[in-house]
């Protein structure tokens, strides 16, 4: 159930590093490093006949596995989706023409129409493993920069706690990443409407 939380004062049970990969499905090897490199850009490496490592700036990794022959895999949430950034909105357009224009010839499933969304111009597209892919540009900066940015963070907030029946019925996809929205709550007259 959605709500406003709270942080923990309890010490992590694990001691872990930092977060360094995750995974994603392919059906065929050979088509999906071609998209990933010819398309997407990212820097590829092949750690096993049915397995790649792939990467585009900073250090976390992907491992991208091959299916077994006859496998089936569901498409991937939209919601779950892979962002890239880029620095400007007429870059989310241009993508977009790019991704429109090539669609048949690599398999690529859904692309939605570029849009403002939370304060970001973005569009997103399925590729023909079905997994999404978003390209985006923040007027805000890059989604890093919430975590040094206080009047991004929500927690706590429980001043704001009106909000969330709002947030989560009429307008799912408003957040605090928003501008907008982030002075509404800084100034605490957020009335959850436009």
């Not at 590093?17 to 490496?45: K, Q, S, W």
């Not at 909105?89 to 790019?98: C, D, F, L, R, W």
């Not at 429980?158 to 800084?186: C, F, I, Q, S, T």
């Amino acid at each position: 159930m959605p709500a406003i939380t709270d942080k923990s004062n309890k010490a992590p049970l694990l001691k872990t590093g930092p977060m360094n990969h995750g995974t994603l499905a392919c059906i065929d090897i050979v088509v999906t490093r071609r998209f990933y490199e010819e398309v997407l850009g990212l820097e590829v490496i092949q750690t096993s006949p049915r397995s790649l490592m792939v990467k585009k700036g900073g250090d976390y990794v992907y491992a991208c596995v091959e299916l077994p022959e006859g496998a089936t895999k569901d498409d991937m949430e939209m919601l779950n989706h892979n962002g890239f950034e880029v620095y400007s909105p007429e870059e989310v357009q241009e993508a977009y023409k790019t991704i429109k224009a090539i669609k048949d010839e690599w398999g690529i499933k859904k692309v939605t129409p570029p849009r403002v969304m939370h304060g970001d111009h973005t569009f997103y597209f399925m590729d023909m493993d079905g997994n999404w892919w978003e390209v985006v540009y923040t007027d805000a900066g890059r989604y890093v920069d919430d975590f040094s940015d206080a009047n991004s963070d929500l927690t706590g907030r429980h001043d704001l706690e009106h909000w969330v029946d709002v947030w989560n019925n009429d307008r799912k996809l408003m957040h605090m990443h928003d501008p907008e929205v982030r002075g509404k709550a800084k100034s605490n007259q957020a009335d959850g409407k436009s």
